[in-house]
């Protein structure tokens, strides 16, 4: 199997070589497992102007990650799903972070800055930012029904793919799909 997901990814990065192509389907067959429930849009869509705040206070938008691949999670504390598929996260983070790629984790909703420092603390979640939308402002206007949500924004900032539910970030699968996406060299 290992054998058979190099190949296709070999061949997802041949044909997908010019990312600023748009042109997602070769990233099709990457999509094993719980992967196949990540959706890639025919046309990349708007996302949200809507401030959030880390826990010093300081705004952010989604456009100060323009420039780089973000994976944005929209999670919660009481959300076990969320819970669940946050170390996986945090890896891929590690994997990955850089300047092409980074995992944007934002906490919507009734979350305690207590509560999410404790979980981090003992899930070792180490390398994902603390960020809070706690009005809800930036999940509504992206029709975050339900948690968690992951969608991938593309360097633009515009999103380009969509996942309800929790996945194993850190599988094979996944792993090859943002390989594909980053820019090689």
Not at 136 to 142: F, L
Request: include cysteine.
């Amino acid at each position: 199997m290992k054998l058979l997901l190099s190949a296709v990814l070999y061949t997802a990065l041949a044909v997908g070589a010019n990312a600023g192509s748009a042109d997602y389907g070769a990233l099709e067959e990457l999509r094993v497992g719980d992967m196949k429930k990540l959706i890639f849009h025919s046309e990349p869509q708007p996302v949200s102007t809507q401030t959030f705040t880390d826990p010093q206070g300081n705004e952010y938008r989604l456009a100060d990650w323009n420039g780089k691949y973000v994976l944005l999670n929209f999670w919660a504390t009481w959300c076990a799903p969320c819970r669940k598929e946050m170390p996986a996260l945090n890896a891929l983070q590690q994997e990955f972070g850089g300047d092409t790629f980074e995992v944007v984790t934002l906490a919507t909703g009734r979350n305690t800055l207590p509560g999410i420092r404790r979980f981090f603390e003992e899930e070792e979640i180490t390398d994902l930012p603390i960020l809070l939308d706690p009005k809800q402002m930036v999940s509504r206007d992206m029709a975050v029904l339900g948690l968690p949500i992951t969608v991938i924004l593309d360097p633009e900032g515009r999103e380009i793919a969509r996942m309800r539910g929790d996945a194993d970030w850190f599988s094979d699968s996944a792993r090859s799909i943002i390989a594909a996406l980053l820019p090689q060299g």
